[in-house]
């Protein structure tokens, strides 16, 4: 089945309700003499937003979002990809609890998985000085745990519980295995779990960042 590739921009208009909708864009986005893609559709309008990926079902998006204005560090959001026209609709499912990374869709479409700080503070954790270090830098909160939300905002669970970086997840396209990263071992390596977060395994070792890793589409 072929999928429509959709880009996230890094802009959106975002309320203080942790609500965000905007206008598709009818101008062309794809260069003079491109030759791989068709029918770019812009969604995203004001704000930064990243990380976007597909449902099972490929008929909606989770992302993460933030805007300095009035969401301080990025939350996650979900939205059904709008017909030709249509405004992006999305939802905030974070509660603007913490800072949030690395969200994916659950088997079935009706829960996502997502990286939070919120376990140690619904505040927004303090960042690197990018001004001084001159580079970008991704910080490693330890208090990064690994929770799933419904689409409502609701934890239903959280997979892991240590004081260690535990974030990146995604989901095998079978939706029986979840990978992700974690510094636990003292470096940042690749483990598998099951989706309940049992039968956690460590699959690198090499010293190094292993991390942001996919599944295979045979999973």
């Known amino acids: 089945m072929k999928k429509i590739i959709l ?8 309320d203080n309700n ?9 101008d062309s986005l794809i ?5 791989h893609f068709k029918n770019v559709r812009q969604l995203t309008f ?11 079902d490929s008929k909606k998006l989770t992302f993460q979002y933030t805007n300095h204005k009035n969401i301080q560090c990025d ?5 059904g990809i709008p017909k030709n026209g249509k405004p992006f609709k999305t939802t905030c499912i974070s509660e603007v609890k ?49 929770y799933v939300s419904d689409l409502k905002g609701n934890i239903q669970k959280q997979l892991t519980q240590n004081n260690f970086y535990d974030a ?4 095998s396209p079978r939706g029986d295995k979840i990978i ?31 991390g942001g890793a996919w599944f295979s589409p045979d999973g």
């Open 98 to 146: 913490g800072r949030t990374t690395c969200s994916y869709f659950m088997p079935g479409n009706k829960q996502i998985l997502y990286a939070s700080t919120r376990g140690q503070s619904d505040t927004c954790p303090p960042v690197p000085d990018r001004e001084k270090i001159k580079k970008y830098v991704w910080p490693v909160y330890d208090s990064y745990e690994i």
């Open 180 to 210: 992700f990263t974690s510094d636990r071992s003292g470096d940042l390596e690749l483990y598998t779990m099951n989706l309940d977060g049992s039968d956690i395994k460590q699959i690198t070792n090499e010293l190094g960042y292993d």
């Open 31 to 35: 260069l003079s003499g491109e030759k």
């Open 7 to 14: 880009f996230i921009s890094v802009v959106a208009l975002i």
């Open 18 to 26: 942790c609500f965000a909708q905007s206008t598709a864009v009818n």
């Open 75 to 79: 939350q996650i959001f979900f939205g």
């Open 168 to 171: 990146e997840a995604t989901i």
């Open 46 to 56: 004001g704000g930064d937003n990243a990380e976007a990926y597909w449902s099972f």
